[in-house]
C-alpha cells in the first residue's frame, strides 16, 4: 500500500486572526479573557470592576493569595463564574499609567514597552495554558490615560507579531468598548503599512 503524505495543516496568515468587537468582555465566549488590572489584583473600577462582578466573589478571594503583580506582567486565574459560558481562565496584566511624551517615536516610551509586555505575557500565559482564543480589552487607555491611538498601535502591532511566531492561540478579540475605540484600532491596523516600520519592535 502506498504512503499518503504526511498532512500538515498550514497555519492561517496572522491578519486573519485578529478581529475587532465592540462589545462588553464579560459577555465573550472566549478560553481566556485579559483583565487590564492594577497592581494589587484586588479588583477596581472599569474593566477590572465588570470582570470581578461578572466572576463573583471566588475570584477576589482567589486574587487574594497572589500576592498581586508587577506592571507589565501577567498572573493566570479560574474563570470563575465566567466558566458557565466557557471562559476558561482570567488572565490579568497591568498596564502603566500613561506619564510619557507623545513627540517620542512609537516604542521609545518605557510605557510603550511596559504596555507591549502585558500582550506579550497574556500570549504567552495563553499559549501555555493552551487557549484557542483570547480577548484582550484596550490596555492602560481608560483610568491610566494611554493614548489611544498610540496604544492602538502596541496592541495591534505586537499581537500580530505574536501571531507570526505562533500557531496559538487561533483567535485573538480586541475587545473596544465603544464604536469609536474599534474605529482607532481598524484605523491602525489599516494604516499598519505606513506606520510599522518606523516603530521601535518591542
Ligand atoms: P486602565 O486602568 O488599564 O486604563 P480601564 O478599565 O479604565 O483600565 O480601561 C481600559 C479599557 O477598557 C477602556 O478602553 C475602557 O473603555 C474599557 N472597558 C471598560 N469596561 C469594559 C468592559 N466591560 N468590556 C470591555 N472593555 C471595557
Given at each position: 500500500m502506498m504512503d499518503l503524505p504526511q498532512y500538515t495543516p498550514r497555519p492561517m496568515p496572522s491578519l486573519d486572526r485578529i478581529e475587532v468587537v465592540v462589545a462588553d468582555i464579560t459577555t465573550l465566549r472566549v478560553d481566556a479573557i485579559v483583565n487590564a488590572a492594577?497592581?494589587?489584583?484586588l479588583g477596581g473600577g472599569g474593566v477590572d470592576g465588570a470582570i470581578h462582578r461578572a466572576a463573583g466573589p471566588g475570584l477576589l478571594e482567589h486574587c487574594k493569595t497572589l500576592g498581586g503583580c508587577t506592571t507589565g506582567l501577567a498572573k493566570l486565574t479560574p474563570a470563575f463564574g465566567l466558566e458557565k459560558q466557557g471562559v476558561k481562565h482570567i488572565i490579568h496584566t497591568v498596564g502603566p499609567v500613561w506619564h510619557g511624551d507623545?513627540?517620542?517615536?512609537?516604542?521609545?516610551?518605557l510605557e510603550d514597552t511596559l504596555l507591549a509586555s502585558c500582550y506579550h505575557q497574556s500570549l504567552t500565559l495563553a499559549l501555555e495554558a493552551g487557549c484557542q482564543t483570547i480577548a484582550f480589552p484596550?490596555?492602560?487607555?481608560?483610568?491610566?490615560?494611554?493614548p489611544k491611538t498610540r496604544a492602538a498601535k502596541i496592541a495591534f502591532g505586537h499581537v500580530l507579531g505574536f501571531l507570526d511566531k505562533q500557531e496559538h492561540p487561533d483567535k485573538v478579540t480586541l475587545c473596544c468598548f465603544s464604536d469609536e475605540d474599534a474605529s482607532i484600532i481598524q484605523d491602525a491596523i489599516d494604516t499598519r503599512e505606513d506606520w510599522m516600520m518606523n516603530r521601535k519592535r518591542m
Open positions: 492594577n497592581e494589587s489584583l507623545e513627540k517620542q517615536k512609537l516604542g521609545y516610551t484596550n490596555i492602560s487607555t481608560g483610568i491610566y490615560g494611554f
